[in-house]
């Protein structure tokens, strides 16, 4: 039996044309000019001896994939997520990955969103709390958005105290009707605290998915919710 990061993502996809620039793969559509580039952020923490690493798994190759056949640039990191006292050093991984992307020719750094997963996407907050001008987008599947429970950490990564700054930066949410209790909170403050900010919040729920439906739970219901996470990130960045 796989372990379940192993297990096959959600939605049917194509292989594109994939390369490997240290941390960072891209995943690259046929196109004759620049394209615009999501960012794909993996959960944890994630042990360092671990194989294979995140951007290998189906889940992330499949995300790659999904948006290089739609015609923009998938991009993934091995981030060094490794403890959970590493989230600065996880975040200058994505700002390096981030830059390094748009730094591409292929890419148009213009418009790019950013797209955070599970124990991951406290490192949303720097991207929340004061938002560039090329950022079109973020999104947040199954994520903690406040500090693990009975864990002390940085208010840096605090994700629902750094909405307050997300302005009209659009924002998709996905979560999970099953959710790991510790994962709630945080989730639950956050939407409050977008509300209250008035921020631009979409938020897709997957009433009977668990942590990880989008390569879990192989229903109608999961790829649906992919699905409409896809369209609304892509279509930020038309």
């Not at 690493?53 to 994939?65: A, E, H, K, S």
């Not at 605090?158 to 009209?168: C, K, M, R, T």
């Not at 930066?169 to 709630?184: M, N, Q, S, Y």
């Not at 403050?189 to 509300?195: I, K, L, M, P, Q």
Request: aromatic share 10%; proline share 11%; charged share 25%.
């Amino acid at each position: 039996m796989n372990p379940p990061y192993l297990e096959p993502f959600v939605l049917s996809t194509d292989p594109a044309t994939r390369e490997r620039h240290g941390r960072v793969d891209l995943y690259l559509p046929e196109a004759d000019e620049p394209r615009p580039a999501v960012v794909f952020l993996h959960g944890g923490p994630v042990r360092p001896d671990l194989t294979p690493t995140p951007r290998d798994w189906p889940i992330f190759l499949g995300y790659g994939n999904s948006v290089a056949q739609r015609g923009f640039v998938g991009v993934t990191v091995d981030h060094r997520l490794h403890d959970v006292t590493a989230y600065a050093t996880a975040a200058d991984d994505v700002a390096e990955a981030v830059e390094f992307a748009r730094r591409d020719p292929r890419v148009d750094g213009d418009r790019v969103a950013l797209w955070f997963f599970s124990g991951g996407s406290p490192l949303i907050s720097d991207w929340l709390r004061e938002p560039p001008p090329w950022l079109r987008a973020l999104g947040a599947t199954y994520p903690l958005l406040g500090p693990w429970p009975e864990v002390e950490m940085d208010p840096r990564f605090f994700a629902y105290e750094a909405v307050a700054g997300a302005g009209e930066l659009p924002i998709i949410l996905t979560r999970v009707g099953t959710e790991f209790p510790a994962l709630v909170p945080s989730q639950e403050a956050f939407v409050a605290a977008a509300r209250k900010h008035d921020a631009r919040l979409e938020i897709i729920d997957v009433p009977d998915g668990q942590h990880g439906f989008d390569q879990l739970d192989h229903t109608e219901q999961s790829r649906k919710a992919v699905e409409r996470a896809l369209d609304s990130v892509l279509a930020t960045l038309k």
